[in-house]
């Protein structure tokens, strides 16, 4: 019970709507230890950081539900504590809420803040900051934001999390090294940290901390990478270059 409420303390947002998320039962000592390890905070600062990590759900419009539009955005900070977590009013009529992966309903978007709202606070959020996640084209694409690419630490894209190009696979335009796919971020995240995401509906806080958790893990050499690519002068401040990857 005491670890339920801990992690029900962590995900309180300063400033959103709480996502309604069913809680699981009471597990018993003896449970937890087989219970899968998921991503948490590393730490207890909850101030917004200069490094920040991203994650969105997205649900289906049009006629065939195949096209995204915002409903859940998650920031947490470089502890991996919750800066920014709501629902997001639709702003076109939901075909499609794509429970099964998404793990949004109805419900949840009822009486949520309107877009323009949380794509105000999130501009705020992101000016001059680091900006960690996986397929972060995807999030910003229906944020309807930009980010310099510098900033960007991208963990589709990083060449050492990345794998070779399937023969029967086409070249992917998407800033990734030449020859190389992404892979999922639930098996990096099993691979690289020994950690269980995406079980069933996503949790985008769980995924944001988990890109963040896989940044972290390969940051110095990351960094080192891009300093190389993109110059020291650059680097430390002005200018754009190569970001996400850092490897391409």
């Known amino acids: 019970a005491e670890a339920a409420a801990a992690e029900a303390a962590e995900e309180r947002k300063p400033f959103s709507r709480t996502p309604t998320i069913t ?3 009471a597990a018993t000592p003896a449970a937890d230890l087989n219970k899968p390890r998921k991503p948490m905070p590393t730490g207890r600062n909850t101030a917004l950081t200069d490094t920040i990590a991203l994650d969105c759900e997205m649900v289906g419009v049009g006629e065939d539900g ?8 998650s920031v947490v900070n470089e502890d991996g504590n919750v800066i920014l977590d709501t629902f997001v009013a639709p702003t076109e009529h939901v075909t499609d809420y794509r429970t099964r992966v998404s793990g949004v309903r109805p419900q949840d978007l009822r009486d949520a803040p309107p877009f323009k709202e949380i794509q105000r606070k999130m501009a705020e959020i992101l000016r001059g900051r680091k900006l960690v996640g996986h397929a972060l084209k995807n999030d910003l694409k229906v944020l309807f934001l930009d980010h310099p690419r510098r900033h960007i630490r991208d963990t589709a894209l990083y060449k050492p999390l990345t794998r070779p190009l399937r023969p029967d696979e086409k070249i992917q335009d998407s800033g990734i090294a030449r020859g190389r796919g992404s892979r999922s971020l639930k098996d990096l995240c099993s691979q690289h940290l020994g950690m269980t995401i995406q079980g069933g509906e996503h949790s985008s806080v769980d995924d944001a901390r988990a890109a963040l958790l896989l940044y972290k893990k390969n940051q110095k050499q990351w960094e080192r990478t891009i300093k190389d690519n993109i110059g020291p002068e650059v680097y430390k401040g002005g200018g754009g270059g190569k970001g996400g990857g850092g490897d391409g």
Do not use: E, G, H
Not at 66 to 73: F, K, P
């Open 23 to 25: 809680p699981s039962a």
């Open 66 to 73: 195949r096209r995204s539009i915002l409903a859940r955005v």
